[in-house]
């Protein structure tokens, strides 16, 4: 966003904005109860008296200062207590009371039944889902609990743009029928799980299914935009049953319209940008006359409902209605080609097919995606680790291509080592695979996966479990690896042994030939204009075996947006940006935690480079020899974290009063279980409301709750939510007595895009309150003390 310092998003289950250390308890949140006055103090006993259970409130909520307001009518202003907080945070204060909700509920184990569709039946975690047959189709509509499953990632701007002539690079995923882990929306506890992250090769990723609707999972559409990359679910009839439903809505001009407009607004509502249609059973003559309707039709609303949206075709039926794959475009589907944005082939082509579609699309080439099976179904030029042969072939008549079932390398070859594979696959194939480039700053990544073995926060291990939660993959850079003539080599690859945030680091490693003093590895393509100022700063980490080598960013530029596709006047030029010894104030606490553990942990620095009249075009990394000689010397190195930033639209430390505080949480859905005579399990679902641009995520923390008195326990972390909701399952309470009620707090924190941490009067902040009376006889919960 212009003008906003980016310090990055979240991973996992802990965001890698400016987190507190984890042995120093985080600031309390006192609710406004303490005062100094006596007047204070006797609203605070009301209060409490109130949450006790001795006046219950019906299972509302309200603010606890408001409460106090309307109880005495009092004007006097509250002052901060004594050792609590700051002076001069009187005024955060009573912002924090006004936003703490004060629950009450009574422990109920009645069946709390959830919808089956968005919810996972046994633990009931939110999961993303599909739609089966018309009657689901047309009968959807959203609800509260499809929240969870609405994208929150806009889709970032990338150069060259999507209506660009070039050919384009379609994956269409198709991973064992899908929905698998990556079903989880808050993520799972997954070792080795399949991962897509080679997004710079890529423009448009279709999520498919054998389901009728599938809708791509929220996980996925959320990877895919932070990379720029459209994400397109899949609209799929086939054999008997698909025949019948064809045959139902596409009778008349209202039933497929119906089923369009109903495809539309599902791809708005969830915020994914288009549709894949499949249509693989024979139609009627009159099926298929109004099926060309229908796709056009589905195209113009997708177009209205969804900026930059597409619809692609399959090819499968012909206009006649004829099941008939052609390996082509001909003058039997064109009219398909002609209805919407763009033609997947079907994967048994030969080279005669491709210069007759080549002809046929003329202009239109690029829209032209043509089919190649990874696992080489039928006859195929080639599939696998030769599936370049096949690219290649299409590349040379100006065809995008689409390349069906790529986790061909997951499911054949195994998890073991998956990433190994998965860069090799990708590695054959990218001279044929042109990348798209970052199109605008500010520029942050971490370069986290979204899973890792472990979790890291500022380079300690914070979580020792597996994970995996796409929503936190951050954006990606090239993964490459060169041999050189004279020996060298040099290699970029994801690590998940270290990190510095998140689960993963970018490792460089290689060897500078004897006949070299360097070697460039690039990272990142930029086509975006040059601020006047910018800064770099990085995380990085020497490894022991390298200190004969430094390390030294370098930019190039060229001179016009034209440069990108023109060759004349277009050579880039070379920058190397000057150190600085110190940050700038506003930039220091990026580094917070670099540098404390001696030479070969984390450090961090931070470059300067100005510039005229130009546009970025590339970000490398040079690694260099410290002395001179002809051997050759081994390297590596790992990359924590990026920042690329405009120093012209950085702003200084936000005051106090300019943060934007959490709304009052709201509760929905709880759920009890009894796990023993002493515990409880408690699930719940919180929502709150905060400006969609001013967080990339939310830290959801809890404090355990009490029977009684003693110590105020410190918050722990619970999870990252990338919605102003998440979901509390199965977290471990204890049981409450009959003669008294139990406290717990919950504490949204939002993490902003500027990576300032936001002060804990402003974090929104739950009071929940429960109790279990002993009931006379068993009957119906008092009114007012429902469990959802």
Not at 645 to 654: G, M, Q
């Amino acid at each position: 966003m212009p003008g906003r310092l980016v310090a990055g998003s979240c991973s996992g289950w802990i965001c890698c904005g400016d987190w507190p250390d984890p042995g120093r308890p985080l600031p309390p949140c006192d609710g406004g109860r303490r005062r100094k006055a006596q007047r204070e103090k006797e609203r605070e006993r009301e209060t409490e008296r109130e949450m006790e259970g001795r006046e219950q409130d019906g299972g509302g909520r309200r603010g606890a200062k408001r409460a106090d307001d309307e109880s005495h009518g009092g004007s006097e202003e509250p002052r901060p207590a004594k050792g609590r907080f700051r002076p001069g945070l009187g005024l955060q204060l009573d912002m924090e009371s006004q936003r703490t909700s004060v629950l009450h509920r009574v422990v109920n184990f009645a069946p709390s039944p959830l919808p089956a569709r968005q919810y996972d039946t046994k633990t009931t975690e939110p999961i993303s889902f599909y739609l089966s047959g018309l009657e689901e189709l047309l009968s959807w509509k959203p609800t509260s609990d499809d929240a969870f499953n609405v994208s929150t990632e806009p889709l970032a701007k990338h150069e060259p743009p999507f209506n660009s002539r070039r050919p384009r690079t379609l994956v269409c995923h198709d991973m064992k029928g899908g929905y698998l882990e990556d079903r989880f929306i808050q993520g799972a506890l997954v070792d080795d799980p399949f991962v897509f992250y080679h997004w710079c090769y890529i423009d448009i990723f279709v999520y498919f299914s054998h389901h009728n609707v599938t809708i791509p999972p929220v996980v996925w559409t959320n990877a895919a935009h932070r990379n720029g990359v459209l994400m397109l679910g899949t609209f799929i009839t086939e054999w008997g049953d698909g025949a019948k439903m064809c045959e139902s809505f596409l009778a008349s001009e209202e039933a497929y319209r119906a089923v369009a407009d109903q495809l539309a607004a599902i791809a708005q509502f969830y915020r994914f940008d288009g549709w894949l249609v499949n249509i693989e059973n024979s139609l009627s003559v009159s099926a298929a006359r109004n099926s060309v309707h229908f796709l056009r039709y589905l195209t113009a609303q997708v177009h209205r409902a969804v900026p930059g949206g597409q619809v692609v075709w399959y090819d499968s039926v012909l206009q006649n209605g004829e099941l008939k794959w052609q390996n082509e475009l001909n003058e039997k589907n064109r009219v398909y080609f002609d209805a919407c944005d763009g033609f997947f082939t079907n994967y048994n082509w030969t080279e005669e097919h491709l210069l007759r579609t080549r002809e046929m699309a003329d202009d239109r080439r690029a829209d032209i995606y043509v089919g190649v099976d990874v696992f080489g179904r039928g006859a195929v030029v080639s599939s696998g680790f030769d599936t370049n042969k096949s690219l290649r072939m299409i590349r040379e008549q100006g065809l995008s291509v689409a390349i069906f079932a790529p986790g061909w390398v997951y499911e054949t070859l195994g998890p073991t080592d998956f990433l190994n594979n998965e860069d090799k696959f990708w590695a054959l194939l990218s001279e044929l695979l042109p990348t798209h480039s970052i199109g605008s700053l500010p520029f942050s990544t971490s370069f986290s996966l979204g899973m890792g073995k472990r979790h890291f926060h500022n380079g300690q291990e914070s979580r020792m479990e597996p994970w995996y939660h796409l929503s936190a993959q951050e954006i990606q850079p090239l993964y490459a690896e060169f041999w050189m003539p004279n020996g060298g080599r040099l290699r970029t690859r994801c690590c998940l042994q270290d990190a510095w945030c998140g689960g993963s680091s970018l490792l460089l490693e290689g060897t500078i030939p004897s006949n070299e003093d360097h070697v460039t590895a690039r990272l990142f393509s930029f086509q975006v204009p040059a601020p006047p100022r910018l800064f770099l700063v990085i995380i990085y980490k020497h490894e022991a075996s390298s200190q004969g080598v430094s390390f030294a960013p370098v930019f190039t530029t060229r001179q016009s947006s034209s440069c990108f596709s023109s060759g004349e006047s277009g050579e880039p030029r070379k920058h190397k940006p000057s150190l600085l010894p110190t940050p700038p104030h506003y930039l220091a606490q990026l580094l917070r935690g670099t540098g404390l553990r001696g030479e070969h942990d984390w450090q961090s620095r931070c470059y300067e480079l100005e510039l005229q009249n130009c546009f970025l075009d590339q970000l490398s990394v040079t690694v260099s020899r410290r002395q001179s000689g002809r051997n050759e010397v081994p390297f590596a190195c790992r990359l924590g974290r990026i920042w690329v930033l405009d120093a012209t639209a950085l702003r200084p430390l936000p005051s106090a009063d300019a943060a934007i505080p959490v709304s009052p949480l709201e509760v929905a859905h709880v759920r009890w279980q009894r796990l023993s005579a002493g515990e409880l399990s408690l699930s719940l679902t919180l929502r709150w409301t905060y400006p969609p641009s001013k967080a990339t995520c939310f830290r959801v923390h809890y404090r355990r709750g009490s029977c009684g008195s003693g110590p105020e326990p410190r918050p722990l972390p619970i999870g990252v939510a990338y919605a102003p909701q998440y979901r509390v399952t199965e977290l471990t309470v204890p049981g409450a007595l009959s003669e008294s009620s139990c406290r717990l707090e919950f504490l949204v924190e939002p993490v902003p895009d500027d990576g300032f941490q936001v002060d804990a009067a402003m974090w929104g902040k739950l009071v929940f309150v429960y109790s279990d009376p002993k009931l006379p006889s068993p009957g119906p919960a008092p009114e007012g003390t429902s469990s959802s």
